[in-house]
């Protein structure tokens, strides 16, 4: 097991490249499934367990897959009879394979997919995706922690999420690609990632428009082929690498960061006093030397990103005054905050509102991942803490980021990532001495 030591006390400065987009990926390799002719071309593709998981998802349903990961490319071929059954091992170590079913509902009138059940954030159900799919004229088993849906073909329906859901949006999307008919999804999730896919599906030969909207329409074609698409970069992990600066006064260029994509975390940390300079490949982020505290709420896109919100409130703890944020989005997503308090943080969790009070000198401790963005968020802290911080659990960190202590240490942070062996081996002296360089 590693962990990762950061010794807090330094400003970030000089240049981070992000990878392409965790959430745009995914999707994207699963709609590759679709295409009944010729291979898929993906690029900047980055390289995260996740990534891997799906591959191997796609594997197991007999996609041929090749990750080329010097350059960045997945080349994937769904030509040959493809299986429907996705079984327990991969769906349990991500939820996100549950977007397989819309694709291999639409291309083989057929899928079985094991439940994914909750995670440390929320309970996650998947009744919005199965009650567009049953629109659709598809008939739906749960048996034995299973979830099997078959269609002889599916039908076009009108269909209302009664809330915006990325997953939900993304697999019906892709089922009404080669249904019969004209399907009409209303109250759909808006994210960019949600812009890519539909690009990526058009691409291959399919009638979807409104993506990026409150509609999308989709109008069924009998066949799909595969095709070259570039993913979108990473709007996560570019708001990520803006609140390391905010906090640590820093001064970063973000590479490949689209401000168009993060505008409600911008305008949040504007309101802080963080600065922002634009062009054309990137952003430039100054951190203050004191951040102002303010209110967050997450929401569906075009509001504050949850993906964001674990990060945020680091930079609330240390900021001057009061700050609340409240996550509407999952229900249970301030685990994060329990491990702070033993780095001295100080925060009241009412409901759904936590309250943080800033100005709060952080201090290094051992703390414990409990999501993806949990553990950029202790890492973070750690940025800005006194003395050293121990991050473990890093399977968490590694389904979303690339490379982050790495990409740390380049913007001049004193971070290390070990082996808790090795740790154990090396005197206190010996891992101060790893900080000096
Ligand atoms: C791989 C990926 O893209 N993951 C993102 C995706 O997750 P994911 O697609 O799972 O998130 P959803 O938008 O579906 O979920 C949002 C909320 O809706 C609820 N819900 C969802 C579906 C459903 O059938 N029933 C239901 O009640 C969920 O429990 C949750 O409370 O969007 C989330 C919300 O922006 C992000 O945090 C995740 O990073
Ligand atoms: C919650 C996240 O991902 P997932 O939906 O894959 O769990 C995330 O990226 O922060």
Redesign the pocket.
């Known amino acids: 097991m590693e962990k990762i030591i950061v010794r807090g006390g330094n400003r970030l400065e000089g240049t981070v490249k992000v990878e392409g987009a965790?959430?745009a990926v995914?999707?994207i390799l699963a709609a590759t499934l679709l295409a009944s002719e010729g291979q898929s071309v993906l690029t900047n593709v980055p390289i995260l367990s996740d990534v891997f998981t799906m591959d191997n998802v796609l594997k197991h349903l007999n996609v041929a897959i090749d990750f080329n990961e010097e350059e960045n490319t997945v080349t994937a071929d769904a030509s040959g009879d493809i299986n429907f059954e996705a079984p327990f091992t991969y769906v349990s170590k991500m939820?996100?394979s549950i977007v397989v079913m819309g694709p291999l509902l639409a291309r083989l009138g057929h899928a079985k997919i094991a439940l994914p059940g909750g995670c440390a954030i929320?309970?996650?159900?998947?009744?919005?995706?199965?009650k567009g799919f049953e629109a659709m004229g598809a008939e739906i088993k749960i048996e034995n922690g299973f979830v099997e849906a078959k269609a002889d073909k599916l039908i076009g329906a009108r269909i209302y999420l009664d809330?915006?859901?990325?997953?939900?949006t993304?697999n019906i999307m892709m089922g009404a690609t080669l249904a019969e008919g004209t399907t009409t999804i209303e109250n759909v999730?808006r994210?960019p990632?949600i812009v890519d896919l539909a690009n990526f599906l058009n691409r291959m030969g399919a009638k979807v428009v409104g993506a990026g909207t409150e509609t999308i329409r989709i109008e069924g074609v009998p066949s799909l082929k595969g095709t070259d698409h570039s993913i979108i970069p990473d709007r996560i992990e570019a708001g990520t690498f803006m609140i390391a600066a905010a906090v640590t006064n820093g001064n970063i260029y973000i590479e490949d960061a689209i401000a168009d994509h993060n505008k409600p975390l911008i305008s949040k940390l504007k309101e802080m006093h963080v600065a922002f300079q634009e062009d054309e490949n990137g952003i430039r982020v100054i951190g203050p030397k004191y951040l102002k505290a303010t209110d967050v709420k997450t929401m569906?896109?075009p509001g504050f990103?949850?993906?964001m919100q674990s990060q945020m409130t680091i930079a609330q703890l240390v900021s001057q005054g009061t700050s609340t944020m409240t996550e509407t989005?999952?229900?249970n997503r301030f685990m994060h905050l329990e491990e702070l308090r033993r780095m001295n943080a100080d925060f009241k969790i009412e409901g759904q509102t936590v309250l943080l009070h800033g100005n709060t000198e952080l201090q290094g401790a051992e703390v414990a991942a409990s999501d993806l963005r949990a553990a950029a968020a202790l890492i973070i802290a750690g940025l800005v803490s006194e003395g050293y911080t121990r991050v473990t659990n890093l399977k968490h960190l590694d389904r979303g980021y690339y490379e982050f202590d790495k990409k740390l240490q380049a913007l001049g942070a004193d971070v290390e990532r070990i082996d808790e062996t090795e740790e154990q081996r090396l005197a206190a002296t010996e891992i101060e001495a790893l900080f000096v360089k």
């Open positions: 965790k959430n995914l999707p939820r996100a929320g309970t996650r159900p998947i009744d919005l995706h199965l809330f915006p859901s990325v997953g939900a993304q999730a994210e990632e569906p896109h990103p949850t993906d989005v999952f229900e």
